[in-house]
């Protein structure tokens, strides 16, 4: 199979020892640190608990089956992290001090909650922040200024017609560059982030 036609985590679901569940944790490890750091978890204890989800999501990946609704793999993702701070609130003594004399278990609940707020922000930043990381990753696949093109139209909002004239491409060809670029970010992002 091609790999380039399949999901990154839909390869990542196949083989939790290959380079796409690699790339899945390198790009989810620096949002979950946000996470962690904003439910009152100290920088000492942050570490260890990306790698408890990490490995928790390592572990049943290959049994996720994604539902077709919106948001359903962040989802996931935000029950397993709830889920890890919820057992470490509760068996850390230090943390369950914390705890007590805090809001963080009603802020767990509460994240818990899918039609809570805290939940619904927790959507916008994981997809932007994926998002950014997908970027990254298939702007290699693309000659520059294909990149380009795509990258004047999406992001600076300008017409085809300029970036036609300004790159000395035809519009036909700067409409190709956006919809390959696109068409690379959508099949990347399958199941990560609904839309792209």
Same mark, same amino acid.
């Given at each position: 199979?091609? /790999?380039? +036609?399949?999901? #990154?985590?839909?390869? &990542?679901?196949?083989?939790?020892? *290959?380079?796409?569940?690699?790339? @899945?944790?390198?790009?989810?490890?620096?949002?979950?640190?946000?996470?962690?750091?904003?439910?009152?978890?100290?920088?000492?204890?942050?570490?260890?608990?990306?790698?408890?989800?990490?490995?928790?999501?390592?572990?049943?990946?290959?049994?996720?089956?994604?539902?077709?609704?919106?948001?359903?793999?962040?989802?996931?993702?935000?029950?397993?992290?709830?889920?890890?701070?919820?057992?470490?609130?509760?068996?850390?003594?230090?943390?369950?001090?914390?705890? /007590?004399? +805090?809001?963080? #278990?009603?802020?767990? &609940?509460?994240?818990?909650?899918? *039609?809570?707020?805290?939940?619904? @922000?927790?959507?916008?930043?994981?997809?932007?922040?994926?998002?950014?990381?997908?970027?990254?990753?298939?702007?290699?696949?693309?000659?520059?200024?294909?990149?380009?093109?795509?990258?004047?139209?999406?992001?600076?909002?300008?017409?085809?017609?300029?970036?036609?004239?300004?790159?000395?491409?035809?519009?036909?060809?700067?409409?190709?560059?956006?919809?390959?670029?696109?068409?690379?970010?959508?099949?990347?992002?399958?199941?990560?982030?609904?839309?792209?």
């Amino acid at each position: 199979m091609n /790999e380039t +036609s399949v999901s #990154l985590l839909d390869r &990542a679901c196949r083989d939790s020892e *290959s380079e796409s569940w690699t790339r @899945l944790a390198s790009i989810y490890t620096p949002l979950l640190h946000v996470w962690l750091q904003k439910h009152s978890v100290q920088s000492s204890d942050v570490d260890d608990l990306v790698q408890e989800v990490l490995l928790t999501v390592s572990r049943e990946l290959p049994d996720f089956k994604h539902s077709g609704r919106t948001g359903a793999f962040r989802k996931w993702l935000r029950g397993i992290l709830v889920h890890r701070l919820q057992t470490f609130w509760r068996t850390n003594q230090r943390a369950r001090v914390v705890a /007590e004399q +805090s809001s963080v #278990l009603e802020q767990l &609940a509460e994240l818990e909650d899918d *039609s809570s707020q805290a939940s619904q @922000l927790w959507g916008s930043p994981h997809d932007r922040h994926v998002l950014s990381h997908l970027l990254e990753e298939v702007r290699p696949r693309f000659e520059p200024r294909t990149w380009e093109a795509f990258q004047r139209q999406m992001f600076c909002g300008e017409k085809g017609r300029a970036v036609a004239a300004d790159l000395d491409m035809t519009l036909k060809a700067v409409q190709l560059a956006k919809s390959r670029v696109l068409n690379a970010l959508r099949t990347e992002a399958a199941g990560l982030i609904d839309d792209v």
